[in-house]
T-cell receptor, first 112, second 117 residues
């Protein structure tokens, strides 16, 4: 079991460029999440997918789109990157109501 | 309003001593869950312990215990017999409900713990 995997691990973008962060889990979990982590801010939820075929906005969705491609994969897209989107991005998944979230290793994104 | 508050940005503890990391929360949902995660300098998020709002007893996992005081809305993490490897950021988190009927998990801003030899 690989758990939750994320690609890429590091990325540098110029302002206005687009990119997609990939996330996959092999634990057959229904729920998947995208967070961003900024210094002093903890983790903030960007988007959430309760199950395959559904997505919902979190606290900070502006500037992002997501796709729940299938049960395993949940991608995050930045259409036009801005310096304010410089952050570490974590994908997570969870199966049951009271279960812990399993996190991927994170993607460190810098927008110049 | 802050849903999860961690008031200690940084703490020091002597190796082998116990330490308490504070967490208070705010929710109107009767059913919620509280989590603690550890993030070492390598960056990964490691689950430590979980407490459900209806659990009668405080959760324990090895050297970790959660001091759950429901009336005060606090869920402090206690680490006994600190080890150098406990040096990390610690995040408190709460699961409750979106207005749309889905669950969400909200994280606090974290406490940086440093264990001194």
């Amino acid at each position: 079991n690989a758990g939750v995997t994320q690609t890429p691990k590091f990325q540098v973008l110029k302002t206005g460029q687009s990119m997609t962060l990939q996330c996959a889990q092999d634990m057959n979990h229904n729920s998947m999440y995208w967070y961003r982590q900024d210094p002093g801010m903890g983790l903030r939820l960007i988007y959430y997918s309760a199950s395959e075929g559904t997505t919902d906005k979190g606290e900070v969705p502006n500037g992002y789109n997501v796709s729940r491609l299938n049960k395993r994969e949940f991608s995050l897209r930045l259409e036009s990157a801005a310096p304010s989107q410089t952050s570490v991005y974590f994908c997570a998944s969870r199966e049951i109501v009271d279960g812990e979230q399993y996190f991927g290793p994170g993607t460190r994104l810098t927008v110049t | 309003a802050q849903k999860i508050t961690q008031t200690q940005p940084g703490m020091f503890v002597q190796e082998k001593e116990a330490v308490t990391l504070d967490c208070t929360y705010d929710t109107s949902d009767p059913s919620y869950g509280l989590f603690w995660y550890k993030q070492p300098s390598s960056g990964e998020m490691i689950f430590l312990i979980y407490q459900g709002s209806y659990d009668q007893q405080n959760a324990t996992e090895g050297r970790y215990s959660l001091n759950f005081q429901k009336a005060r809305k606090s869920a402090n993490l206690v680490i006994s017999a600190s080890q150098l490897g406990d040096s990390a950021m610690y995040f408190c988190a709460m699961r409750d409900w979106f207005s749309g009927g889905y669950q969400k998990v909200t994280f606090g801003t974290g406490t940086k713990l440093q264990v001194i030899p």
